[in-house]
């Protein structure tokens, strides 16, 4: 509508500049090139629209059949972690992209509408959060950039491809980290793609740009000259190109000069082959490598050290604690998961009302996870918990109370001392990397100000199955304990002495197709001095 105005602006301006044209046929016929030009110049305005429109029609159109798939399933089209990060980019960048092409017509009410609801968008925060979700599960799972962007994951019900443009954001995000590693996989999927004929906005000099520096930048001199070389043959101006090409081929022969002196190549060479990139990426983002392995193997379902005469030793049992009289006539189903430390999951434990309850109350309330930050003890969000969480009082509700007696009759444990029963929804790749639940001796003032003592014990329900990932697992032990909706898990952090075992350092894997809920109670050791008496040993 703008560039309307301004062509009859320009078109009035030129009448006003000249107001005797009826003294002139000359002039005047200068009037009718003028109009000629106008008449082409609206042509352009008209195709421009027309072209607006029909960009906003296909959008609408694609948007349309989207949306009508996954509203029909929201949890489960949202546990696809590419669908999620899709939506995060389309609301947060491509929505903004309509709006800017829309914008230029102001009668259309949708404008105003658009407004008023990106106050309720993702923001840049949500976007890379999503990204970064990605390449977390990628590392997790040891999926190749080409199958995450093919979106083959196992259990998905809804498939969703990655474009050149998702991967180059994908690579954007890595890059800003100065995350080398996942810079060039992604980069290197998005040439691939392009190279294989997908239409993109985004060009191939573009990404040939970020991943020869991401390539140099991990010790790969020569591969980055051989992509450089190729990209000035897309674009032989390419500044930066032209003068990394000389910088390149100056670092090889220098290279080539100090290894023909310490006479090396061949042993450098060896080196160069046994460099794990991954590893170097982690050492340089001060990772801890080898609890990190450990934990990343047992999410896979790997790495489980349990001998078999251990194994024979765990077993099934109907538990009613004692002949406790809430179980007498409905004893509930036990299974050892692991024997030190000691795990058990008591089987139908929680009915789908009672599910349907909690997440009822829990979903309005649900705000981003916390920690307890050791040094300063105030509660603080951290990159390592992605979920979200809301705590349920005793009195709210009454299968809240009654959830609440069922663990007391289980454990035999004071409730009344207990932490409220914390509800949890993990995120895009949701994930609480390893932590222990009690206090350590360096934490003397972690649970000071509910003046309950330390976390004694975890019970923790799986309120939901998960198609894929969302293990829970014990990386120094090698146990890993995989969720089942109507379960629950329940072992003692602290020994019988009240001192804590560090054995149960646990983590949550990040879900990696599917809809992870849980919620879990801790209990505490004040009320439970006749419950579990003190043991004698330090480790009993």
Known sequence: MA??????????????????????IGQMTDLLYTEKDLVTSLKDYIRAEESKLQQVKQWAEKLDSLTATAVQDPEGFLGHPVNAFKLMKRLNSEWADLESLVLKDTTDGFISN???????????????????????????????????????????????????????????????????????LWMTQALKQLDEGESSSVDKVTVMDYLSYAIYQQGEIDRALELT???????????????????????????????????????????????????????????????????EQLCRGEGVRMTHRRWSRLFCRYQDNGRNPRLILAPVKEEDEWDRPRIVRYHNIISDYEISKVKELAKPRLRRATISNPITGVLETASYRISKSAWLTTDEHPVIERINQRIEDLTGLEMDTAEELQVANYGVGGQYEPHFDFGRKDEPDAFKELGTGNRIATWLFYMSDVAAGGATVFPDVGAAVWPKKGTAVFWYNLFASGEGDYSTRHAACPVLVGNKWVSNKWIHERGQEFRRPCGLSETE
């Open 229 to 295: 070389k190729r990209m000035l043959k897309l674009d032989p101006t390419h500044q930066r190109a032209n003068s990394n090409l000389k910088y390149f081929e100056f670092q090889l022969e220098k290279q080539r000069k100090a290894e023909e002196t310490e006479g090396k190549k061949e042993v450098k060479e060896e080196e160069k082959k046994k460099v794990d990139k991954r590893d170097v990426q982690m050492k340089r983002s001060k990772d801890p490598l080898p609890e990190r392995k450990r934990y």
């Open 3 to 24: 560039l309307y105005w301004l062509v009859l602006s320009l078109f009035f301006q030129t009448l006003h500049a000249h107001v005797d044209f009826f003294t002139s």
């Open 114 to 184: 658009l407004t008023v609801q990106r106050q309720y968008f993702p923001t840049d925060e949500d976007q890379t959060g999503a990204a970064k979700a990605l390449l977390r599960l990628q590392d997790t799972y040891k999926l190749s950039a080409n199958v995450l962007s093919a979106g083959d994951l196992p259990g998905v019900v809804h498939k969703s491809r990655m474009t050149v443009e998702d991967c180059f954001e994908l690579g954007k995000v890595a890059y800003s980290e100065a995350d080398y590693y996942h810079t060039e």
